[in-house]
């Protein structure tokens, strides 16, 4: 059984899903189960793989453990399984008696933030996206570009032909893409070798004119509409300013907004682009 529940954990983590793995590490008296039994739930709470018991005390831990997840914190929990005698008793309301108490872990599958192109706007954009923990990719197909003394806070620097690096990495919900290359042919190449993934956000820096072109040749490839719209492109929220810092600060913040489902003056508007 918790081989098989350790292997539900390991594919849930690898989808990049937000998961909660629940252990009871003390039991005392009549408990449902014994120490060292696990179950894996969701961000909603449910139930993914195994079990502690059923009944009252596990539909508890699955609440307790939806709240961890979203407050992004593991913690102990104990349950007394005796009825409940008034309003101010903790007690679960169970006949068999005893208490059980558990250990919640929880698993947040960490932000990456793919950054294709490694110019000016990738070496700030990488330095802010680190401040808010997110794990960085860089491509470059110039290795004198892509190098340690430009990023050296980034998680890894991929040199190399871009699509190729691009098809080789695990793209999750979790994935955020901001496609700035140093060429108009290398974006619209990245654009579609990344339409289909499942990337939380999808970015592409350009004036409108450029932005046009590629929705254009997207759609005379048969890409359909929908696929389109998750482009954010041009790119950024409207805060002002045309440095390299200030648009980068600009990319992460409609990258956060997105994460948090916030609704912002973004500088893309698809129903002027078709």
Known sequence: MEQ???????????????????TIVEAEGSSPRGIGTMMVVDSSGKLLSGTIGGGVVEEQAKKDA????????????SYN??????????????LCGGKVKV???????????????????????????????YRVMILDDRE????????????????GEIVEQLKAISINKNTNIVIVTHG????????EAVIDSPARYIGMIGSKNKVKTCFSILRQKGVPEEKIKRIYSPIGIDLG??????????????????????????????????
């Open 4 to 22: 098989s529940i350790i292997k539900d954990l390991y594919q849930v983590l690898k989808d990049g899903r937000d998961i909660a793995l629940i």
């Open 66 to 77: 939806a709240e961890c997840i979203t407050r992004g914190i593991s913690k102990t929990a």
């Open 81 to 94: 399984l005796n009825y409940k005698k008034n309003e101010e008793d903790t007690s679960l309301s169970m």
């Open 103 to 133: 250990f919640i872990k929880v698993f947040k599958k960490q932000d990456e933030l793919i950054i294709v192109g490694a110019g000016h706007i990738a070496e700030k954009l990488s330095k802010i996206a680190k401040l808010l923990n």
């Open 144 to 159: 004198d570009f892509i190098t340690r003394e430009r990023f050296p806070e980034a998680d890894e620097l991929l040199p």
């Open 184 to 191: 108009h042919q290398y974006d619209q190449q990245a654009i």
């Open 241 to 274: 300013g045309e440095t390299p810092e200030e648009i980068s600060l600009s990319i992460m913040a409609e990258i956060q907004a997105v994460k948090y489902g916030k609704k912002v003056s973004s500088l893309f508007s698809h129903s002027r682009l078709s």
